[in-house]
């Protein structure tokens, strides 16, 4: 039934839907908008997710280029309405357009690979917030249960686990995928004047 | 004067805070009044928070798949550590979006707190879910319940498969389990109940819960306040079991510590038989693959059988089955026939 998605329902569409291009498109974001600091693209993903979150999911029927578009489309407002744009953006816009049209490549990793990506992301985690970390989320402790086990107060667990938790989302968002065929990434980027760096 | 702060949170671990305090449950008033601030002040912080909210169910998933005992024991503290450097935010998008924010802000507002989930796992998934009252929800493989939580009470309807339930403690809320036509009624607990054509199965592990045909205990609910026991509610405390065959009393049975764990084994991802027939075993394992066991001799599906093997592990488990029991395991299609190699004497 259509709206009849439930937000846990909605928050799984997304993690399958969305989050998997979330690496593809800051990689793309970051070499191309060399103009833009990390917190400005932060700013465009956050916004994205939130008119993403406002859509009706059933309508949606590229995932991907539903994401490129957003981010495309808020790209266009900021030009708009930024006293100063830099001139190359508009042409960043455009070729944005372009990649978002194609199908694109298969980036979904097996969970074998996701789960290694993840242990190894867990394994540099400070020792206390990974134990906190692995202890919530793995073992399925209550945080009551691991403060009590860690002689910590909830407080101190709470801070730990949001710690390790925005470490790992980074690191998640942000790997580069190993089994990535190099070419992909360039396909749209050398329609237009690109390698600027070049000359 | 208390100096300045030396380090700002960013918006995404300020969103992972939330995710996790919302998670844990229990959001104070105040808590909520600040939550509902912080999500209503800039749409990039409800868009942070979807986005972490989204990393955090999606990590449940990685979880099933990831086993249990990987923790450290005791180590050092990283509370100390900040991981954000002194760095001041530039608010390059504030300004573009400043218009577009508060429409878009409100209507997700609305769509955040839809309270009923319809939530499933495929075969061969375990799945952990945090409700939004604290109580936690794990789905055994190809199971499906949908949760509806209101203020007067929680609602969960087992639509197939079989789910554990730790229930967070709310007397102004009951939290009830429908399956079929039974309603397991329980205030701060654990239990699990599984649904099988008709037939339903609640083990409690921790508390006390009540078990009644729905009617009934829709009526009790109704009349709330009283506590007083109504005709046809039955009673089944920790270490008890409830077999509910349609239209026959609940029949109860203790269960041993021991053996409501092995029972439970599945949320780990494991199951184990001590001493059950090959049947019972096959049918088990069966409820958890794709590819199907078939015994193909009457004498060797009664056999008892003893192990612990992986859920998902189907190859696993006909290997050990077959050199156990001196059987031969033939594939044919999706299907994996067991036969004695030699028929005994």
Known sequence: MLGAMGDLARYRWIATNILPHEPELRGWLRRRLRAFADNDIDDFIQEAFARIWAADFALIRNPRSYLFATVRHLMGEYARRSRIVPIELLGEIESLNLISDEPGPERRLSARQELDALRAIVAKLPPQCRQVFELLKFEGLSHRDVAKRMGLSEKTIENHLTRAFARIAMALATRTLAGDPPDLKRTADETDADDRGND | MKPMPTTVETIDELAARWVVRVDAGDLSADEQREFDAWLRADSRHLGAYVRARAQWIDLDRLAALYGRGHAQPHSPSCEPQRMTPAVPRRRLLAAAVAGMGI???????????????????????????????????????????????????????????????????????????????????????????????????????EGVVEVAELKSLSGAVSRSASTAPVDGIRRVAAHERAIIASAAPPVVQPVAPAEAQRRLAWKDGMVSFEGESLRTAVSEINRHNRRQIVIDDPSLASVPVVGVFRTTDIDGFIAAAAAALNARATVDGDLIRLQYASHPE
């Open chain 2, 103 to 205: 429409l878009v802000g409100t209507l997700s507002w609305t769509m955040l707190h839809r309270d009923r989930q319809d939530i499933s796992s495929g075969i061969g998934e375990v799945r952990r879910i945090a409700l939004a009252d604290g109580s936690s929800v794990v789905l055994n493989t190809n199971s499906e319940v949908i949760v509806e939580l209101t203020t007067q009470r929680r609602n969960i309807r087992l639509v197939r498969g079989e789910a554990l339930f730790e229930v967070a403690h709310d007397k102004s809320r009951p939290f009830i389990v429908e399956a079929h036509d039974t309603g397991v009624r329980a205030v701060g607990t654990a239990f699990s109940v599984r649904l099988e054509g008709t037939q339903v199965d609640v083990t409690v592990t």
